[in-house]
């Protein structure tokens, strides 16, 4: 079986638990929603809408790249079976567990950091540290994007969606 057709399988696949969910699993499995703030449905509803439409996309692309013939340039391939000549295996295809590990640690410690120091503080630190981990070695744009991104989301999730924000409060 060629990648192409495993991953046309792979689209109808999450296209079809898409629809489920967005069907049944969902509106099933969710409160009542209670008249003030977010409903308890809207992220999983935004997050299984988002997955639905990049399959049905990358699903659409790939039908359109069969019907017209055309393939893949070698320079995008993931797997050296996807190559006919054997060359052009890229990076993409491999994991380094040390560079995994260290994204996932700060996600990992996001939680704890949260219940304990607050939202607003750890939000703070744990961008810092993500800024770090992927290069970013600039203090001051760190310390800048790092308020910035937390301001804006503590006063989408207090004010726009109504909901406090998880953890001890600073305000």
């Not at 792979?10 to 629809?19: K, Q, T």
């Not at 992220?43 to 988002?50: D, I, K, T, Y």
Request: hydrophobic residues 50%; neutral net charge; aromatic residues 12%.
């Amino acid at each position: 079986m060629t990648r192409i057709k495993r991953d046309s399988i792979a689209y109808v696949l999450i296209i079809v638990f898409c629809i489920v969910m967005l069907g049944w699993g969902i509106p099933a499995n969710t409160p009542d929603y209670p008249g003030y703030g977010a409903p308890s449905d809207l992220v999983p509803n935004v997050s299984v809408s988002v997955m639905l439409f990049m399959a049905c996309l990358s699903l659409f692309y790939t039908a359109i790249a069969i019907y017209l013939k055309k393939h893949i340039p070698s320079a995008e391939r993931e797997f050296p079976e996807d190559l006919k000549d054997g060359g052009g295996f890229t990076q993409v295809g491999r994991i380094n567990l040390f560079h995994l590990g260290a994204i996932m640690l700060p996600c990992v410690l996001l939680l704890p950091a949260i219940e304990y120091l607050g939202y607003i503080p750890a939000s703070i630190a744990f961008l810092m540290a993500l800024q770090y981990v992927i290069g970013c070695r600039n203090w001051v744009q760190s310390i800048v994007v790092s308020l910035a991104l937390t301001a804006t989301l503590y006063v989408v999730m207090r004010y726009g969606f109504g909901v406090p924000v998880p953890g001890p409060q600073l305000f």
